[in-house]
């Protein structure tokens, strides 16, 4: 099926909905003030070496220190040695042997920050082009895993001769699959450009600096997210659409002419009611389609997913009722990961199924689903619990990160105390003050709705509790307040 890729454009911010069938399936957004950090090189100052954690902070000029792992320490592999083991063999020497306050790295970010945590770095650099990724300090060419392993090989030799004497290490991406030989060799000298930049600025510059930024998202749309399938990319902006058109004609002559420049009135974003979409993607609730639905749950650590019957009673028994619920939300999930960019453990409850074939046909459609995912993705069998337990990689924010914050009201918990439960506090909160103070009189200022308690339910009690501690109190009803809020002034 053929997708189109819509991109609503303005100043302070640029959005990026890939819609298949008419149903969004992706979106990706960048603001101006916030734009990702991923793939960025700096020139960093080690600020701290933690031998207890084997890590050490970097200062990269943010406002919060970014984090080193010895793991993410790059040594060369010597004569004969894979990378991997090498790469293991660097782990084994205690990070404290490696680095130094106050030493100066060339850093790379490789995971945005995220909650409290600051950006993950890597001293391996590696530069992204169209078709190949540029790895300075390594000598390997190696070939993306979804390019037929027949074709390997073949494509391998052709870049080794492209490379030649001048060294480097590169990865054919997906993309270079049936790329011509000028084409790589464009992308060579385009990436050998880049980091002679970055090697230049980094003696030019101080620490804490930027030596090289990753493309906007309205550029890496035509590097990464162009595919076969992908039949136009409409553009909402004409300024921005001819710069994209310029930038894609020099180094994307295929994706470029995809472009269009959408000119409807309605906003682009109206054509298939992508808004609604997002509002729906920061719910808890998935409705589907057969009457079943999702409840999906977010937190620091992982994310759970609920698979719930709902009124679906359309399948001849039970048993077919379950399965085709269950089938339904493999694709649903698989949508949902992708739309709300979901990362980390994922835990999936689907309706619990008594036929083994039935589990095995919701596990392959699950996976055939998530195999489209743009992003890395490893999902397990169904566990002794029933659970489906798979990881997604985590890069940058998810959607519901970005756009939302934590109620002020709840805290996020995503429920407050009753008003009794808070009327009973101010009573406890009342005999604890009078034991401490002798004032004239007690004033209780809270919410409307606690205030109406003490008036009515809860009056003989408040009288109770007036007489035994021989004080007077009144009551201020303050609307402005939410219902857990109170404040008692001694008067």
């Known amino acids: 099926m053929q997708e189109d890729i819509l991109i609503n454009w303005s100043p302070q911010e640029t959005r990026v909905a890939i819609v298949e069938g008419g149903a969004l399936q992706e979106l990706h957004v960048e603001r101006s003030l916030e734009r990702g950090l991923v793939s960025n090189v700096y020139l960093g100052k080690v600020a701290r070496v933690l031998p207890g954690m084997q890590s050490a902070f970097i200062d990269i000029g943010l406002e919060r220190a970014a984090f080193l792992h010895v793991a993410d320490v790059w040594h060369p592999p010597a004569e004969g040695e894979t990378i991997s083991s090498a790469r293991a063999a660097a782990s084994q020497t205690p990070i404290e042997k490696q680095v130094f306050e106050g030493q100066s790295l060339m850093v790379q970010v490789i995971k945005d920050p995220i909650g409290t945590k600051g950006a993950r770095l890597s001293t391996q650099i590696s530069i992204a082009g169209r078709m190949l990724v540029f790895l300075p300090q390594d000598d390997h060419i190696g070939v993306s895993q979804k390019i037929p392993a027949e074709q390997r090989e073949a494509l391998r030799q052709r870049v080794q001769t492209l490379v030649g004497d001048l060294g480097g290490g590169f990865i054919l991406r997906t993309n270079a699959e049936d790329a011509s030989d000028l084409e790589l060799a464009d992308d060579i000298a385009y990436l050998r450009k880049a980091w002679k930049r970055i090697r230049d600025a980094a003696t030019r510059l101080p620490t804490a600096s930027l030596l090289h930024q990753d493309l906007s998202l309205l550029q890496r749309v035509l590097r990464d997210m162009v595919g076969e399938r992908t039949a136009s990319i409409r553009v909402d902006s004409l300024e921005q659409f001819e710069a994209l058109k310029a930038f894609g004609v020099e180094f994307m002559p295929a994706a470029a002419q995809k472009l269009q420049h959408y000119k409807g009135e309605r906003p682009i974003f109206d054509l298939h009611s992508i808004?609604?979409?997002?509002?729906?993607?920061?719910?808890?609730?998935?409705?589907?389609?057969?009457?079943?639905?999702?409840?999906?749950?977010?937190?620091?650590?992982?994310?759970?997913?609920?698979?719930?019957?709902?009124?679906?009673?359309?399948?001849?028994?039970?048993?077919?009722?379950?399965?085709?619920?269950?089938?339904?939300?493999?694709?649903?999930?698989?949508?949902?990961?992708?739309?709300?960019?979901?990362?980390?453990?994922?835990?999936?409850?689907?309706?619990?199924?008594?036929?083994?074939?039935?589990?095995?046909?919701?596990?392959?459609?699950?996976?055939?689903?998530?195999?489209?995912?743009?992003?890395?993705?490893?999902?397990?069998?169904?566990?002794?619990?029933?659970?489906?337990?798979?990881?997604?990689?985590?890069?940058?924010?998810?959607?519901?990160?970005?756009?939302?914050?934590?109620?002020?009201?709840?805290?996020?918990?995503?429920?407050?105390?009753?008003?009794?439960?808070?009327?009973?506090?101010?009573?406890?909160?009342?005999?604890?003050?009078?034991?401490?103070?002798?004032?004239?009189?007690?004033?209780?200022?809270?919410?409307?709705?606690?205030?109406?308690?003490?008036?009515?339910?809860?009056?003989?009690?408040?009288?109770?509790?007036?007489?035994?501690?021989?004080?007077?109190?009144?009551?201020q009803s303050e609307g402005a307040m939410g219902q857990e809020q109170y404040d008692i002034v001694l008067m």
């Open 275 to 475: 808004d609604e979409d997002i509002a729906k993607a920061l719910g808890r609730r998935v409705d589907l389609k057969s009457g079943g639905y999702l409840i999906v749950d977010q937190t620091e650590a992982l994310t759970t997913v609920d698979v719930n019957t709902g009124g679906f009673v359309g399948a001849r028994n039970f048993d077919d009722t379950i399965f085709k619920t269950n089938l339904e939300a493999a694709q649903a999930i698989a949508r949902q990961l992708r739309l709300r960019n979901l990362g980390g453990i994922i835990l999936v409850d689907f309706i619990d199924m008594e036929r083994e074939d039935h589990r095995q046909a919701v596990l392959t459609e699950m996976r055939k689903q998530l195999a489209r995912d743009r992003v890395k993705t490893m999902c397990g069998g169904f566990s002794q619990l029933g659970l489906v337990e798979m990881t997604r990689k985590r890069t940058r924010e998810s959607l519901a990160h970005m756009l939302c914050e934590p109620c002020p009201t709840c805290q996020g918990r995503g429920q407050i105390k009753t008003a009794r439960s808070v009327a009973y506090d101010i009573f406890r909160e009342i005999l604890r003050e009078a034991r401490q103070f002798n004032p004239k009189e007690f004033r209780v200022v809270a919410s409307p709705k606690v205030i109406e308690l003490f008036l009515d339910e809860e009056s003989q009690h408040l009288a109770g509790l007036s007489e035994f501690i021989g004080k007077p109190v009144s009551l």
